[in-house]
């Protein structure tokens, strides 16, 4: 069955790094992009990251652009949020979700538990 | 970026009543809108996709509508189960600057 298992969370000092990983199985990685969405305690979802299904496209919210970095590894059906600089509005549950698309309709059809991350001193 | 506003909030209803969210989209987005379901603690559940296609093993009490700015959820009949917030989400601009609703909670009366 699809699967999507985040880890690499944790605390983190403002200022600091974290490299978040989702790790997938079930379904032919290659053939799907994937984002990254977060939600702060108590908060709405926000769009965080996308990523190509070859990685040749990439994009970010503003609100991490120039931090934030999303890759992956084809070899190891795994996705990566590389996160610097943190700061405290960062704090947040993160998600990995696989976005399929039929004839340009698009849908997050899987998402993983999440892992959270906060930023804090 | 295209705003999402979900209306009610709040909402407060018994088992067996028929509900309605209303999602409003800032500009026109076709059919290009999503519904999710969200219990504490759990990730997002996907309900409803290209506004009224209901997702494989999705009860059919769940129903969506709409087209351009305007796009409803019905629950035909809660189930105790229905407890939850509920968010809508925006794919016209996909893949980037994806929006979501602010989401509406429902609570058992």
């Known amino acids: 069955q699809v699967q999507l298992v985040e880890s690499g969370g944790g605390v983190v000092q403002p200022g600091g790094s974290l490299r978040l990983s989702c790790a997938t199985s079930?379904?032919?990685?290659?053939?799907?992009?994937f984002f990254w969405v977060r939600q702060a305690p108590g908060k709405g979802l926000e769009w965080v990251a996308y990523?190509?299904?070859?990685?040749?496209?990439?994009d970010y919210a503003d609100s991490v652009k120039g931090r934030f970095t999303i890759s992956r590894d084809n070899s190891k059906n795994t996705v990566y949020l590389q996160m610097n600089s943190l700061r405290a509005e960062d704090t947040a549950m993160y998600y990995c979700?696989?976005?399929?698309?039929?004839?340009?309709?698009?849908?997050?059809?899987?998402w993983g538990q999440g892992t959270l991350v906060t930023v804090s001193s | 970026d295209i705003q999402l506003t979900q209306s009610p909030s709040f909402l407060s209803a018994s088992v067996g009543d028929r509900v309605t969210i209303t999602c409003r989209a800032s500009?026109?987005?076709?059919?290009?809108l999503a519904w999710y379901q969200q219990k504490p603690g759990k990730a997002p559940r996907l309900l409803i996709y290209a506004a009224s296609t209901l997702q494989s093993g999705v009860p059919s009490r769940f129903s969506g509508s709409g087209s351009g700015t305007e796009f409803t959820l019905t629950i035909s009949s809660l189930q105790p189960e229905d407890f939850a917030t509920y968010y809508c989400q925006q794919l016209n601009s996909y893949p980037s600057s994806i929006t979501f609703g602010q989401g509406t909670r429902l609570e058992i009366k």
């Open positions: 079930g379904f032919a990685f290659t053939s799907y992009g």
């Open positions: 979700a696989r976005p399929p698309c039929t004839d340009n309709i698009c849908r997050f059809d899987y």
């Open positions: 990523i190509r299904y070859d990685g040749s496209k990439k």
């Open positions: 500009q026109g987005i076709s059919i290009s």
